[in-house]
Structure formats: structure tokens, C-alpha cells
């Protein structure tokens, strides 16, 4: 299987993005720049993550084969060749050396550097170059191009421009010493060390937070009254920003309305009122459309019209006041859901019948999953006993893995003794050559790491402007900002993961083989500063930050400086806390009354289609019935007036004319017979109307 595991998980991991993507995102309104750079950035960081811990173990089966080939050739007797000798005297089997064993994902040489160099450079360009421009153009105001392209510059110039300082920050220090001749290799290194110092001291802020945040919200969540406490003061918070978000709305539409009546159609500045129009809602649309009067001239009344740059400034606010009604909207629709399961888990906890019952019927249709396995029954034993035990079990868990990862922390630049406990586990992993186990333990202890530094970020109430939510909800503008803080985060991440385990040598300073994946970062022994003392002492930060969460210091300095944060022991909290369960008690009444609309709509539909189609078949059963009957009447007739008068005469053809169904008179026609019944080719039998006389004229003529 050589470089299949690799070929196999690359195929894997890029249906799983565009999963997600489909998700999240939208495909059918979103643009395909937009989805295209997102999916790009999911699709490129999760390849670090699943990659990487097969570039551990074929690793560390290079370095096996490394040791045995130092013993076989060593002449001297270490105490492993002495024990080899004690055990050769035992048994004649223990003579044989022991072999490396091949892991199953082994990869071979040549591949791995050329892959991480793609996929690094790659997301490095996504993440400051392309996704921060097109975030920014796509945000801009300007209506042409150039104008865009100008802005999306200015915005990003303070990232720009920080990014530059730290590198020619490295570089002037680099420069001034003079035992170092900058060539390419080390400036592409000074440039790996800026992005990976700036990506660092974001990952360790965020991560200390997240290591203690994750597992106390498993344990509140087992706890269904404080949860449902905390969402009533979501909901009362959520909807003061929903106000205020659609009260923002209303002004700058306002304001549009009136710009757009001031410039009519031949004004030079249409076309740019007709490009902030596109942007608004529909609704809106709608409105000004139908107050619009395009006849009038702009020349015909001396109005004082805005600037370029005023409408240039206004189409920013449509653009940043639709994002977040939007946003407030969706978030809202997804808080009610959360609050109305869960009072629903509050009523059936205490049913005797052990069945789930929801208080409205789901939005999406039952799946096999739901009908045959999820049953009521199930979902009852799942939602009211066993979710509470599991989410208390999984707390408990994380809350020691968030301990190994502090204590890992601070001591993984310790190799003698090994202290960092991640360390520990790979190397007793080594040594029976269980390679699976390796993988699997540095995919799970990525995976957590990972989630507690993204999450933190949508967790955060200052970050809350992006957002990710299910069923394609999610903007663009906050699928646009986590590829760019994924493609960010994650290769710092993982460089910090290696010297966790002791795989990285310019922290561990052992004299090993390398990954990959570190070989392509490059040698942070030409930045010793950085090296010894950045990568080293800096992570120790984490105790005092999660020491501050853990005592919710954050959450009562914001809570002091006007921000209403959760305290079960604020007056404040419990106003909002009141305020949110009644606009919760109202939303349920509306969507009750909503539901039951519906519900009589759908019986009476049912109902008088029923009555319909039955009333459908007597009529055709009656018409049938008569059509028989006439034509036997009219057939008796026409042979019995054939009997006994002249079928030419005129007398004739006008009886028979009264008893036929004959065709309509055309008014319209150019020119009419005077006798309708010498016509043939123009009548059909399907008219019920009756022509009692012939006319040469029209009838219509004198109206």
C-alpha cells in the first residue's frame, strides 16, 4: 500500500470540505469565487490535520530503520547489544535482530516534501493574500473595479502592514549579525517564523480559553434548567440586537428611498442607485419600485444631489446593514429552536407515557433513520436520562484531556526526563511499532486541539459578527473569515503539536530524524531567540489564562464595564433572564397560531378536494348520460324530417339547424356565409351556442 493511504485520505478529506461547505454554505445564491476560496481553505487545513499523523509514523519507522542500521554497524557492545547477547544465550531465536516493521500508511520518500510545500504555501497565500482581499472587495462600496480593488487595499493595509513589520522586524536581526549570509533558504524561513510567531500568539489566547470552556459547557448542558435559564438571557440579548439591527435597516432603506427619488433615470449616477438597489431586500425593492416615477427629468428642478463618494459611502451601509439583519435573523430563528427543545425535554421529562412529543411538527421530512431506529421512545430515553450522564461522562473527559494538554505545555521542552505526557504515550507506542495507535492518538489530540481554538472563536461575544450556522445559513462574509482564520491557525497548531511529542528538533534538540512536515518550516535555529525562547516560554501563558476562565474573570470585567454578561448573581441578569422567557412565551403563541392555520388550510384542502373530485366524476357520469340520450333524440329527428320533406330545402336545413349542435358565429370573420350549414370545413362539433339567423354585416360594427 505505498502512498495509497495518502491518495485515499486526500480523496476523502475533499468530499468531507465540500460537505461541510454544502453544509454551511449555499450554493445556489453564493457566489462561486466565494465558495470556491472557502472550500480551497477548509479543504487545504484539513489535509494538515489528517496528513499529519501519517507523516509521524512513516517517520518514525525511518527512524528505526536509522537506529538498527547504527547498531548492525556499531563494533562496539551497548547495553542493548548486551542484552541482545544475555538473551541469545537463553534462547537461539533471541540472536536474530529485531526488525522495523513497515507501518501500513507508509509513504515513500520524495512524497511528503513536495506535498507539504503545496499545501503550506498554498493555504499561506489564502490566508493573507486572497481571502482577506476578497473579504474586503466583496465588502467594498465602490461601484467599479478599480474602485473596489482600492479599497479592498486600504482595509487590509494594517494586516499587511503587520505582517511586513514582524518580518523585517527578523530581518534586521538576522541582517546584523554577521556569521549569517542571508540567503533564500533562511529568508523563507524568517518568513515561516513571522507567520508561525503571529499564528502562536493568537492559538495560545484562544486555546486558553477553549481548554476550559469546552468541558464546563458539557457539564452545564447536562444540567437542562441552567441551560434553558442561559438561553432565556440569549434570547433577551440576541433580540435587543435584532431590534436595533432592523432598526438600522429601516434608516439606511430611508435613506436610499429618498436618493432614489431625487435621481431619476437620465442622471449619470443611476446606474449606481440601481446597483444599491440590488443589494437591498426584496421587499424594499418592491416599495421604491413602486414610487418610482422615471418620467420626470433631473434638469427639470434644481435639487442638490449627492457625491460619488457619499453614494459610494452609502452602498457600504446597505451592504453592512443587510449582512446583519441577516445575521440577528438567523441567529434568532436557531435560538428559538434551542429554547423550544429544550422546554419541550423540560415537559417530557415527567411523562408517563415515554414518548418524546415536540411541541411543533419538524420542518424537514422524517428520514428512515427517524421512522425505523430514532423512534419517539428512543429519542425520550436519549433526550431525559441517558443525555445528561453521557455530556457529564465527556465533560469529565475533557477536562482531563485539557489538563494533559496544560501540563504538556509547560513541560514538553523537558526530554530528559520526558515529561509532556502526549511524548510519553507516542513513545511507548513506538516501541511495540503500533503505528495505528500512533495515528489514531495524534489525530484525536489535533482534532481537540483544533476545536478548542476554532470554537473559541465563534464563542467569543467580540467575534460574534461571524458565524456558523447549519442548513445553509452561514454568509459569505463569515465562510470567507474561518477558511482565513483556519488556514491561519492550523500550521502553527500543528508545528506546536510535533514539539508536544517531541518531533520537532529545533525545540527538543535531539538529534533525530525529522517530519516532513517540519523540514518544510524550515530550521528555527537561525531565529534562536525565537527558537529558545518564543516557542518555548510562551505557551506557558496557558496556565494563567485558563486560570482566568476558569474563574470567569473575563465575564465579570465586561459584565463591569457595561457589557450584560450571565451571573446568576446579577439583578441584571435576572431582568434579562424574565424579559427573554416572555418574548419566548410570544414566539410560541405566533408560530402555535401559524401552525394551526396551516393545519385547518391543509383539512379543508383535503376536504373539499375529496368533495371536488367526487362532484367531478358525477358530473362526467350526468353529461355522459345526456350526450347518449341527445344524440339518439337528434338521430331520431334528422331521420324521421328526412322521411318527410326535401333535405335541400331551406325550411329543412333551418330545423335541423335548431336541433344540431352547431358551431358559434364568428363576428370577426372577414366574411360570413349566408348559410352556416353549406360552411363544413370551418365547423366542429363543440359549440353550445345556436345561430338562429344568417347577417351580411358585422354585428360589431357600430360600437
Known sequence: MSGAALGIEVVVVFFLALFLLHRYGDFKKQQ?????????????????????PLDVSTTIYKQCIIDHDKDAQSPSVGPGLANQTVNATLSPTASIPKICHKPWSYIPNGIMPVFWRVVYWTSQCLTWLLLPFMQSYARSGGFSITGKIKTALIENAIYYGTYLFIFGSLLIYVAVHPQWNLSWYELQTIGITAANTWGLFLLVLLMGYGLVEIPRSYWEAARQGHLLIKTYFKAAKLMAEKADAEENLEDVMEEVRKINESIKYNHPFRKYIDTILRKCPVEYQEKMGRNMDDYEDFDDKQNTYPSERSLVKLHKQVIYAVQRHNRTRVQWQILLDQAFHL???????????????????????????????YTPTIEWYWECKL?????????VVLSLFSVAVVWSECTFFSTRPVLSLFAVFIQLAERDYNYLYIEMACFITIFFL???????????????????????QTDAYSLQFSGMLFCRLTPPLCLNFLGLIHMDSAISHQAKEQTAYTSIMGSMRVLSFIANGFYIYYPMLIVILCIATYFSLGTRCLNLLGFQQFMGDNEMTSDLIDEGRELLRRERRKRQRIEDGENRRREWRERYSQRDEAAARNRASISEMKETNYAETLGSNANRQAKYSRSGSRSGRDCIELLQDAEPLDFNAEALSEDPLESNTNRHTGGRYLSMSSSQSRIFDDV
Not at 462561486?32 to 499529519?52: D, E, Q, S
Not at 422546554?343 to 421512522?371: C, G
Not at 483544533?450 to 445553509?472: K, Q, W
Open 450 to 472: 483544533c476545536t478548542c481554538v476554532y470554537s473559541t472563536v465563534f464563542r467569543i461575544r467580540v467575534f460574534n459578527y461571524y458565524y456558523l450556522a447549519s442548513h445553509h
Open 32 to 52: 462561486r469565487m466565494v465558495l470556491f476560496g472557502t472550500l480551497l481553505a477548509w479543504y487545504l487545513c484539513f489535509l494538515i490535520v489528517f496528513i499529519l
Open 387 to 395: 443525555k445528561q450522564w453521557f455530556y457529564r461522562v465527556l465533560a
Open 343 to 373: 422546554e419541550d425535554v423540560a415537559k417530557n421529562e415527567t411523562s408517563s407515557s415515554r414518548q418524546f412529543v415536540h411541541s411543533f411538527a419538524p420542518t424537514e421530512p422524517a428520514t428512515w433513520f427517524s421512522r425505523y431506529v
